[in-house]
């Protein structure tokens, strides 16, 4: 097997074409260069410079040997950061409901600005998928709006949004009857908000079903179009309301009973925490 100290002051020893620049960068003596050289001849057994007075060529098996060992003196610098754990360095997978994920992707973007390093992996999906890409542990960090009832999962109840009910912005006060002419633009998280909140706020409210339905975008940030244009009326979580442009479009309407939504962060129970997700998770409460 080749001596792997050797190889490096032979390739060090080519890229600086000079004895005493080697030395110095290598921290070695001239002579210590030329023995590691003459050892690495001995062990291939073949010349690998041409030596002329003060100065030097490689020879064909130099060459060689200089170009094929560059992938594997890089294959060795990348095991040695295997085992490091950078707190601003390497990907960060990262998964969340649209509405956290409105309020929390851009935020860890401009982390992302600052140490380039890091690599925000975002995706947006509904708590199933959360769930279902922790167990298989494709995901380093997830946010839910459940607690997942997996053994792997640890979830930590970190946040509450709150439920709104968003009209057309012309709509003032709306009752049941008001409701009902609307209809409901739905969304995949629609049934499960709209159960919440109107359950809560109308004694008419059976089931969402009873409602019309004049819409459905699986888009966090289309689900207001339809309303912004008069076509019906949704509820949606705080972030993804907060989140719209035409905010002068729609009317968030005040309700006696507040429904909040309560936000999980979960991690897998049996895998540490590199530093790098600490840091994303650090960030990410910053802003919660």
């Not at 997978?93 to 649209?98: H, T």
């Not at 509904?126 to 999962?153: C, H, W, Y």
């Not at 008419?204 to 079903?209: G, T, V």
């Amino acid at each position: 097997m080749i001596n792997v100290v050797w190889l490096k002051t032979f390739c060090t020893l080519v890229e600086l074409g000079h004895f005493t620049r080697t030395a110095e960068r290598l921290h070695m003596t001239q002579s210590g260069v030329s023995q590691h050289v003459r050892k690495l001849e001995q062990q291939l057994g073949a010349e690998l410079l041409v030596r002329e007075a003060k100065r030097f060529h490689l020879s064909d098996a130099g060459e060689r040997l200089y170009r094929e060992s560059q992938s594997v003196l890089q294959s060795l610098v990348d095991l040695q950061q295997v085992a490091e754990d950078s707190a601003y360095e390497g990907r960060v997978r990262v998964m969340s409901p649209g509405s956290v994920g409105l309020k929390l992707y851009p935020k860890l973007l401009q982390l992302q600005q600052r140490y380039p390093g890091l690599v925000i992996d975002y995706r947006f999906a509904p708590n199933a998928e959360v769930e279902k890409a922790m167990q298989a542990s494709t995901l380093d960090v997830g946010f839910m709006t459940a607690r997942s009832t997996l053994a792997d999962i640890a979830c930590t109840e970190v946040a509450t949004e709150a439920l709104q009910l968003v009209t057309p912005a012309h709509i003032e006060q709306p009752d049941w009857a008001t409701l009902q002419a609307l209809g409901f633009i739905d969304h995949p998280d629609g049934s499960h908000h709209a159960n919440l909140l109107l359950s809560a706020n109308y004694p008419e409210f059976q089931h969402i079903k009873w409602l019309e339905h004049k819409g459905f975008s699986n888009q966090i940030g289309m689900i207001l179009e339809p309303v912004s244009m008069g076509l019906g009326f949704t509820v949606l979580p705080e972030h993804a309301v907060e989140a719209f442009a035409e905010v002068e479009k729609i009317r968030v309407q005040p309700l006696p009973t507040p429904v909040n939504e309560t936000l999980y962060l979960c991690v897998h129970r049996h895998r540490s925490l590199a530093r790098r997700m600490q840091t994303v998770i650090d960030e990410a409460m910053s802003w919660l």
